[in-house]
Every structure is written in C-alpha cells, then in structure tokens.
C-alpha cells in the first residue's frame, strides 16, 4: 500500500515550457486534490477532484489544468510555465468514514527559470 | 470567510521544554480541525484530528489539542519537546458537509538542545 504518489520529486523548466505532474493513489479514495505550497501561505488548494470525471477549481487554479484519468490518477498540467509557478506542488486524496482525512502524496518541487 | 490563522509564524523552543501552537478559525458551520505536520523535504501527515465529543485530542508523537468553541480555536501542545519535533505545523478546517480544507499558513517549529 504505497498511499500517495507523485513524480516527478524535482523539476527545473523554462518559461514557456509545459509539463504535467503525475499523482496516483492505492486507497479507493474518491476525492484528490492539487495544492501549492510558497513560504508564508500555507497550502492553497489550485484544483480538486470530487470523483472520476469530475474537476472543480479551487482558490488559484490560472496557468493551470487538470486531469482525472480515473480513480486512482490526478494529474496537474502547466501549459506555458511561469516563474511565478515556481513551488512546491502537492497531491492529496481524501478517506471519508472512519479515516476522515486527507493523505498527501511526498510532493514535486518545480523551479521555473 | 471561511479562514485558519496560526498568528506565530516562527517559535523557537528548548529541547525539553513545553510548546503550545496557536489556531484560530473562522467557520460558520460545526468545524472539523487537523493538525498536520511537515518535515523538510517531505509531504504533510496527520498528527490528531478533532470531529466531536471530548474537546481535549490525543495525536502521534506525544501531541494534543483542545478544542475551545467559546474562543474559536484549537491550540496543539506538546509537554516535552524533542529535537525530532523541529518542522512546520498546519492547522486545518473543514466541516461534515464538504471534502476539501482550509489551511493556516503554518508554524515553524525550532528546537535548540
């Protein structure tokens, strides 16, 4: 039971450049999520997913997209990089039930130049 | 608006010595909080979590938390600090009718031998 994982752990793009972040989950969790991590702000949610097919924006979703291929990938794609995307970027899934809480997969530092 | 506010950005403490974390939040219905806790370089994970029931929270690692609605907060503590405890400390709501979280902009905790 590996929970959440994400890759890649570490990535240096250029402006302009477009990449995707890969996240997967082995818990049946139907809800996932993509946050961004900057000194000072705690997490901020960008995109979340309540179910297969299913995508909402959360509070700084712009210069960004999303994809739920199915239950368990959620994956996080910038178009055209900025340094102003320049983060940590963390994946989550959500139990409910008795394990009410949200799992974070180890997280992708990206660095835009 | 719904929002967490943890007023100390950065706490240093004495091996040893007793800590508090400060949580504020802003919710309109019932709230469910969280504790999470992040070491450098790695993902958030969950220390206790408070839903209903008796205010005070036993978590991992040594760590409670009260809830107090009267005061709209849930402070962690820790008796005896140890230098393992050095990391950065999330406060999070969310309620019963809703899978995603509101995070505080976190704590960093130093710990001094």
């Known amino acids: 039971n590996a929970g959440v994982t994400q890759t890649p752990k570490f990535q240096v793009l250029k402006t302009g450049q477009s990449m995707t972040l890969q996240c997967a989950q082995d818990?049946?969790?139907?809800?996932m999520y993509w946050y961004r991590q900057d000194p000072g702000m705690g997490l901020r949610l960008i995109y979340y997913?309540?179910?297969?097919?299913?995508?909402d924006k959360g509070e700084v979703p712009n210069g960004y997209n999303v994809s739920r291929l199915n239950k368990r990938e959620f994956s996080l794609r910038l178009e055209s990089a900025a340094p102003s995307q320049t983060s940590v970027y963390f994946c989550?899934?959500?139990?409910?039930?008795?394990?009410?809480?949200?799992?974070f997969g180890p997280g992708t530092r990206l660095t835009v130049t | 608006a719904q929002s967490v506010t943890q007023p100390d950005i950065h706490i240093t403490v004495s091996e040893g010595a007793s800590l508090e974390l400060r949580c504020n939040y802003s919710y309109g219905a019932t709230p469910y909080l969280f504790w999470y806790v992040q070491s450098p370089g790695q993902g958030l994970q969950l220390l206790l979590k408070y839903f209903s029931g008796d205010t005070l929270v036993q978590g991992i690692k040594g760590f409670e938390a009260e809830f107090k609605r009267s005061q709209s907060s849930f402070n962690l503590r820790k008796p005896s600090v140890h230098w393992s405890d050095a990391a950065e400390y999330f406060c999070?709501?969310?309620?019963?009718?809703?899978?995603?979280?509101?995070f505080g902009t976190g704590t960093r905790l130093q710990v001094f031998p």
């Open positions: 999070a709501v969310g309620t019963y009718n809703t899978d995603k979280l509101i």
């Open positions: 997913s309540a179910s297969e097919g299913t995508t």
């Open positions: 989550a899934s959500w139990g409910a039930g008795n394990t009410y809480e949200q799992y």
């Open positions: 818990m049946n969790h139907n809800s």
